[in-house]
């Protein structure tokens, strides 16, 4: 058990050599980093990469620091320094390139003048739909002031219909009233006022004229010739005159 002990002594010495070295280079590399990141960032217009590319070096980035220490396994692993601040990566960190280019300013002003044009359209139609709102609220007014004169002037044929039915009718019952005051002339009677006083009412301009002259007649006592004006008039009672 002694020479077990003796043996791995001197291995657990090697590990402890080997784990206290990696932790001083690493603080060494952080502690450089920073120093290393202002020199190059002060000097970045001038400097460049001497890497086969001859590319310029990046603007505020520190330069990477390879650095080897202990793996779990006992072997040498290897970090870089100097990616980030404070960060340890086992890989280079890779540059993600220029940002993706937005729109010119052609493409731009295309799309703007799209734009406009499909404005302009709505346009157009907006007023294309109110002016055939207009014409139809117009046609509306137009067709309802129709409706009303149709309807004023059915009315109003109504009511001469009408009229000119009682006036027939009228003048019917004084054509028939006239009859027996035809009668009376004959005898020799002049009491015929109310069946004239009758036609003179219901009978026509012409008609009313012979009424007229058949009172002179029987004022003057000629009976006959009343006779005749009242027969003259039943007559252009019934022809409307």
Not at 26 to 43: H, I, K, Q, W
Not at 212 to 229: C, F, K, M, T, V
Request: glycine letters at 8%; aromatic letters at 2%; charged letters at 20%.
């Amino acid at each position: 058990m002694n020479d077990a002990r003796a043996l791995s002594a001197p291995h657990t010495s090697s590990m402890r050599a080997l784990l206290i070295t990696g932790v001083v280079a690493v603080a060494a590399g952080l502690v450089a980093a920073p120093l290393l990141a202002t020199r190059s960032s002060s000097n970045s217009d001038l400097s460049t990469d001497a890497g086969p590319a001859g590319a310029p070096a990046p603007s505020g980035r520190a330069p990477m620091q390879r650095v080897e220490v202990p793996g779990r396994d006992g072997g040498p692993t290897i970090v870089y320094v100097g990616d980030k601040k404070g960060q340890l990566s086992e890989s280079p960190a890779t540059d993600a390139g220029p940002a993706p280019a937005g729109p010119s300013t052609a493409e731009l002003q295309a799309q703007i003048a799209r734009l406009q044009q499909r404005a302009d359209e709505l346009q157009r139609q907006q007023s294309a739909a109110q002016d055939q709102a207009q014409l139809m609220q117009e046609t509306n007014n137009q067709l309802r002031a129709l409706n009303a004169q149709m309807a004023n002037a059915q009315a109003e044929r109504q009511a001469r219909e009408e009229q000119t039915a009682a006036q027939q009718q009228a003048v019917h019952g004084a054509i028939a009233g006239l009859g027996p005051a035809l009668d009376m002339l004959t005898s020799g009677n002049g009491q015929v006022d109310d069946a004239l006083d009758a036609a003179d009412q219901s009978f026509p301009p012409q008609a009313r004229r012979d009424i007229a002259a058949a009172r002179d007649a029987i004022a003057n006592s000629n009976l006959n010739l009343a006779r005749g004006y009242i027969q003259t008039a039943i007559g252009d009672a019934q022809a409307g005159r």
